[in-house]
C-alpha cells in the first residue's frame, strides 16, 4: 500500500533484546495526509531501514509504502504499520506551474496592427 503526507513528527529510536537474545532497534514517525479531512498516521521502521529516514525532515512531503500486519497476544490485538519505502513527493501539476519561471500573467504580446492600406484578407461570412 502507499499514501502521500506531510512528516510531521519523528519519535525517539527505541532498541532492545528479544528473549531469543538478538538485538532489535525501531523508529516511529507520523505523517499528515492532505485530504480534506487529514488524517494522521503513525509509521514503523524496523533495524536497517530507520536509514531511509536520512536526508528527511519534519515538513517534507513524502510517499510511503508500508504493509499492515495484525497479531494477536493474550486474547487482544496488536497492529503495526510497517513502511518499507520512503521517497520524496513528487510535485503535483499546480505545484509544478508554480515554480515555473513563467508568471502565469506572462503571455506573448497581441500581433501587430496592420497599417493603413494593408486590408486583412476577411472572408468570413459574419
Known sequence: ????????QFLPVQSG???AGNEWSKQEFV??????????VCF?????K??????ISVGDEVDVSFNIES??????????????????????QQAAQQDSPFPPDDVPPPPPEPERGDEPNDDLPF
Open 1 to 8: 500500500m502507499e499514501i502521500k503526507g506531510k512528516i510531521i
Open 17 to 19: 533484546t528479544s528473549k
Open 31 to 40: 505523517i499528515e495526509t492532505g485530504d480534506q479531512f487529514p488524517r494522521k
Open 44 to 48: 514503523t521502521l524496523f533495524g536497517d
Open 50 to 55: 530507520i536509514s531511509l529516514l536520512n536526508g
Open 71 to 92: 497479531r494477536e497476544y493474550n486474547g487482544k490485538w496488536f497492529h503495526n504499520i510497517n513502511a518499507w519505502r520512503i521517497n520524496p513527493a513528487q510535485p503535483t
